[in-house]
């Protein structure tokens, strides 16, 4: 008689990793899972690429089930807090000081390549013990997948190890493209199944086509590397970063010691006064036109003077998406926090730019 899924089933807590370059709307599909019923019992681990981090505070799950993991790129610095998060959760449910969670949900730096993070997953003897990986979903945005596949290789590699992909901004996305997309991908990662989501809008019933039982979870680490090399020699995708000082092998490594984004930095401008909108929308235009290809990522809670509560705004490359309204102050107290990922860019050059266009010493001639 052949075996039955009865017969291998396994009661460990299952473990997704939501991966996805910057801007692919990861957030955004998390918000949407974590307020489905089915995923109730779901606690989630935010990691964020920067000294500062905004997106904890877009995913309304208001319980101490949300872990916003310490600065650092979860692939490059903070694996040691990644296993010691999982640690810190099992225990603390176990001492019923946060109520029981049936899954975990890490979502990782859009910078993050996955690799590492899925070794120290099917490897830290604790979480062996008490967790299962169940499959890598990555998040594609549509209208910029192509760009971010010939430059960046974390992109490349974030698609090659996905069990599951997510097209995003397909709704957005110039007549045509959809297809190309979903052809390219098909090239690169033939074996993931692919949904769409609009607006974060998916169905978290895709993710039993991870786990033990999906057909993603039943590839060898060699066919993926031989994937990666075929799709970089056909498809002239970027190929891996060659820094000093190895950080992480091909594909998957135990033990990266150095940060492989050292050409890309991440801050955080910080201003405790209103910024009147159109100076807002000026400034950033401005940084966007000045650095089509280096501003890699912009997000932002900001204070504007003619709204009366938080307003969020995201932007990728020189495209920035609808302003969207808070209910209240992540912090308590108004202040606008705007966070920029960018590659090879002056930081003052950019916080000057922008000091002098929301706030300027001297105003504008005025033209009858």
Known sequence: MSESRFDTEDFRIPVT??????????????????????MANCAVLINEFGAVGLDHHLVEKLDDNVVMLESGC????????????????????MRREIKPFQRVLIETTGLADPGPVLFTLRNDPFFAQRYRFDGTVTVVDVCHITRQLNQQYEAVKQVALADLLVLTKSDIADFGVLPEVENLLQRINPMAPRHIAIKGELSPAVLEQNGPFGSGSQRSTQEIRKWLQGAIAELGLASPMKPATPTVSPLIANAPVASAHSDIDAFCLRYTKPIPTARFLDGLRMVQMRYPERLLRFKAILWLEEQDTPVVVHGVHDQLYPIMNLPAWPNGEPASELVFIMKQTDRQEVEEMLQEEFFPKYPRFQYE
């Open 74 to 93: 979860v692939c490059c610095t903070v694996q040691g807090d990644l296993v010691n998060a999982l640690r810190d959760l099992f225990m603390r449910a």
């Open 17 to 38: 990793v939501l991966t996805g370059f910057l801007g692919s709307g990861k957030t955004t599909l998390l918000n949407y899972w974590v307020k489905q019923p089915e």
